[in-house]
Structures are given as structure tokens and as C-alpha cells.
């Protein structure tokens, strides 16, 4: 923060949210708003620093030499049944946890979202939704958005929708399972991460943006004015 690293601590929850404390001046950050609540640096906000959600095997396509962080001593004996955890997860019919400061009914407490944050606007776009759809576009912020899932993996990833100094609009292609998706203007290909491989806009990369996983009572807590992503509301390709 102002150019000088914190060390956070796990120090609290509220509205059902965790809250880190800093070692250098004391002061509480919400996490899911990213902002300090109480302390010297009270109202600064920390800036989300890029990170893709995704599976082993499509990050180490990505990163054949990555490094893995070796387990403490007696977690590695765990993995297996956390894994199993995850993989089952919080039924979305559970109740959202009690001291929320707010609960929004448009969608089921734990119903998984991708939130994303663009000029002061904001919209959820459910998990079950964009497994069905696979690439979907919106307007947020004043700005065309894409969103791209990729279901052998699970990842998403969401871009700035312009590129060539032009706006775009974009379609999966067939059988790609949302890996590669098409604009309709140049029918240039595109990889799921923003990169044109193939026609006129080969070369080109669209401005990423970073999503947040979240459950819907958390995302919606401090979102309060939030959109949820429905495909009969998104708007139609031209």
C-alpha cells in the first residue's frame, strides 16, 4: 500500500467475511471488498493482483516449468480427502451464514458466481450458466466484455472485447469446448486467453480482466448494486 509491502494476519469476521489485520499499522481489511475498515489506513484499497482459477492439467500446458509448493509435514497426508471436499462442495440449498449485513434473494446463498468489477459497475455471472453457454458477452461499465469458460478445465477468463480498434463480438467454436471462440466481425480465431491465432487480427490480445470466484451471499454483500448475468437479458450480436 503507497508503495510500502504489509503483512496481514487473519484477525476477525465480519458480515460473515474474513478480516486480515497489517503488522505495520494495525489497521483491518475486509476481504472481500479489499478495503481497510478500521486503523491509519482506513478507506485505502488494495489492488486485486491478476490470478486464473483452473486444474493442474491446464496450468501446467500453460506452464510446462511452473514450480509447486510443497505441502507442510503432515498436510501432504490430507490432500486426498480435501480434494474430495472441493470437489463436492456446499450444496447451493445451504443457508447463508449467520452475521451477513445484508442478504440478496436473487440467487440462492451459495449458488457459485464469477464476479467481475469494471468502472464502478459490476456483474455476477453464475457458474452454471457459463458452463452452458461456454462464451458470453455483455456491457459493463460503458465497456463490451467477453467472458470465456473453458469446461474441461473449469477456468474462466473475461477481456476487455476490442481489439484491431474496433469492437468485437464473439462466438465458441464448434467442438472447442469454450478453448477457442470466434469474432463474428473479422471471423479471426482467438485463444480462451485473449490471443488471436489465426485471420486479420492475428497477433492481437484483448485486455484481460480479473473475475472473482465467489459464493453469491459473499459476492452480493458488497456488491449491492450487482447485475446477474441471464442469457435471455445479454445483448445480441450484431
Known sequence: MDGKPLEFDDADVVGGNEVFRDRE???????????AISGPLRGKRLQLYPFLLTDWGEWKRLHPETLVLKPLPGYAERIPEVNAMIRVGVSDQAAAPKGLLRVD????????????DVI????AFPLAELRKAKVVQVELGQEAIVVVHQTDSDSTTAFTARAGGRELHFKPLTNTGGTELADRETHSRWT?????IE???????MRPLILEPEYWFAWSEFHPDTNI??????PKAP
Open 105 to 116: 434473494s436473487r440467487l440462492r446463498p451459495h449458488t457459485m458466481i464469477l464476479g467481475l
Open 25 to 35: 499499522t494495525g489497521s483491518r481489511w475486509q476481504q472481500s471488498s479489499l478495503q
Open 192 to 196: 480462451a486467453y485473449g490471443e488471436c
Open 229 to 234: 448475468f441471464r442469457p435471455e437479458t445479454s
Open 199 to 205: 485471420g486479420p487480427l492475428k497477433g492481437s490480445r
Open 120 to 123: 464502478g459497475a459490476s456483474e
